[in-house]
């Protein structure tokens, strides 16, 4: 299997600054990664797929990056709605397989 | 838009058999592949299989030995069976539409449904 690990599990941050959080693939996943959020009691929503595609609907604050092992999820200005979990998951093979989380707080 | 909604009951005996359907209104059913997710409480998520119609399924082995996906294109739902749960298997269970792209993605989710294990 794929073991995604994702760092850091959790950050404060305060609105409107920019927020990174990576990921990394336990073997090369070409650009097989998509990353997700998730708010409370609601189910994960793709943001970005292929590792850098913005999903329609998707604010632009929104990027990713990254190829091989190591990818990037930045928010360039956080909003207040984006305060969420969030998480990659590698689609190159089965079974696929998602990063531990990232749970971004207030500060 | 496809639109995904799981039913199913939500408390389980150990060992018994976790039985979870998934439907689907909005789109055809036999196009993309189709997933079930799960979410233990307050922890992250693990892929259980898929389907792709007419029938091709793909599980993961941690749980293979234990999982059934199926397909119902006439009701435009899929289902899943989980045998000899134990209450490590209480969770959230998403369905999820797979895009049939590549790379592909999941999009979009059920809502979830809660599934206790318990005597």
């Known amino acids: 299997d794929i073991q995604m690990t994702q760092s850091p599990s959790s950050l404060s941050a305060s609105v409107g600054d920019r927020v990174t959080i990576t990921c990394r693939a336990s073997?090369?996943?070409?650009?097989?990664l998509n990353w997700y959020q998730q708010k409370p009691g609601k189910a994960p929503e793709v943001l970005i797929y292929a590792a850098s595609s913005l999903q329609s609907g998707v604010p632009s604050r929104f990027s990713g990056s990254g190829s091989g092992t190591d990818f990037t999820l930045t928010i360039s200005s956080l909003q207040p709605e984006d305060f969420a979990t969030y998480y990659c998951q590698q689609s190159y093979s089965t079974p696929k397989t998602f990063g531990g989380g990232t749970k971004v707080e207030i500060k | 838009q496809v639109q995904l909604q799981e039913s199913g009951p939500g408390l389980v005996k150990p060992s018994e058999t976790l039985s979870l359907t998934c439907s689907v209104s909005?789109?055809?059913?036999?196009?993309?592949?189709w997933n079930w997710i799960r979410q233990p409480p307050g922890k992250g998520l693990e892929w259980i299989g898929y389907i792709l119609h007419p029938g091709t399924t793909i599980y993961n082995p941690s749980l293979k030995s234990r999982v059934t996906i199926s397909v119902d294109t006439s009701k435009s739902q899929f289902s899943l069976k989980l045998t000899s749960v134990t209450p490590a298997d209480t969770a959230i269970y998403y369905c999820a539409r797979g895009v049939v792209v590549v790379p592909d993605w999941f999009d979009p989710w059920g809502q979830g449904a809660l599934v206790t294990v318990s005597s």
């Open positions: 909005g789109g055809s059913i036999s196009n993309n592949y």
């Open positions: 073997q090369t996943i070409s650009t097989y």
